[in-house]
């Protein structure tokens, strides 16, 4: 999958060029605070606890149940990482309640997290879900979720599913995307080709971007955000949809203009908004069409990327940190349904760095949509002298976030 890494990079090493600047934009215009998608201009509450011994109240642009799915998720993710399944097993049902269709890596979170506290009784929903309305059949469901931490019980009902075919739904819309897809890949297969046809490629690829969205805006105004329960988890035996969609609206974004930069905007947004995109999805696009316009003006600014390898070493965001800088930006987060910054800087480390520990076991996610991203230590370096900070601020002590979380109880 050619997922724009070249433009991934670009906007990285603006981020490292931003260590000067210092984000102080106005919270309530930054996510276009008008009515998204046809919702209650009053503004959703979202109850999320930002500390241990403290409650924050948070103005949600999501739906209402929306937001209450995402405060329970987020609930989930804490518990995991202080290794209380039972508590995240809780939070996962009450999660469910509040989402027509729950995010496929969720449901499977919730199988796993059960076979951890002996909760599996709890999984008819998950299975249903995943089975029923994803898209998924039984060897896809066993190659994410290991057949031993079902019950008979479970077995017996995901072969009594798989018994009737599921056909998937919107078949001319999945047909469609499809195409976009292949046209999308096609266009930048630059392999054997010199630089003078490489430039005349790049000319033809940004024209190629602007008519696939084009077509991708009205299959969106027929069918509506290409969501799991309208098109499944996986594209292919290697691919899931979800990246390819991510990977649509990525170069959308990078070849966007004045007239069509709003409706992608548009439709990102409203697909957060309703509950058809992962927040956390949403949040890393809308932070690198931020950078790619070289400017904070439009406050997109979600730090979707809490960790950055640079040769490998652990580092937080370079940028000049202020208690008020964090506020906003975890506002901003937690507006559209993501747990604040620090707590999910954790939570990516100990599944990162808990993952390599145990020498590649797996371990239950708390944010499996996790932005990592790699830079080289000469560019860091660089960039560091020239604004006259000390590296050595923004290193991250994993020891101290690994002993924290006790990676070896979430193997499963």
Sequence with gaps: MKNGKDYNMSCILVAVLWMLVSIESQVANEFNLENPNGHNKEQNDLLISQKSNSTVK?????????????????????????????????????????????????????????????????????????????????SNLFQLIPKNLFTDKDLKLINSIQINEIKPLYKDFIESLREIYFSDQYIRDYKSIDKEARKALYNKRDSVDMVNFVNFQKLYRKYG?????????????????????????????????????????????????????????AASLLDLLDLNNGTRVNAYNFLSTTLFLVDGEPYRPFIIYSDSLMKS??????????????????????QFYGTKQLENKKLILMAPYAEIAELPYSLVKRSAEEVNIDLNNYKINTTKILDECSCQEKVY
């Design 58 to 138: 948070i103005n949600s642009y999501l739906s209402l149940n929306i937001s209450k799915y995402y405060k329970y998720i987020n609930l989930a993710s804490r518990a995991i990482y202080s290794n209380n399944f039972n508590l995240a097993s809780n939070y996962y049902d009450s999660a469910f309640i509040y989402h027509q269709h729950p995010f496929y890596e969720d449901l499977i979170n919730s199988i796993i997290v059960n076979s951890k506290c002996g909760h599996q009784n709890d999984n008819v929903i998950a299975i249903n879900h995943l089975l029923k309305n994803k898209g998924i059949n039984t």
């Design 225 to 281: 955000f290409p969501s799991e329960n309208k098109v499944g988890v996986f594209f292919d035996n290697e691919s899931k949809w979800i990246d390819v969609i991510y990977v649509l609206l990525l170069h959308f974004i990078q070849n966007s203009d004045e007239l069509t930069i709003n409706p992608i905007i548009e439709i990102i947004k409203e697909a957060t908004y309703s509950g058809a995109y992962p927040s956390s999805k």
């Design 329 to 350: 930006i975890n506002t901003r987060r937690l507006t559209i349904g993501l747990d604040s910054f620090q707590v999910s800087q954790k939570q990516v480390v100990c």
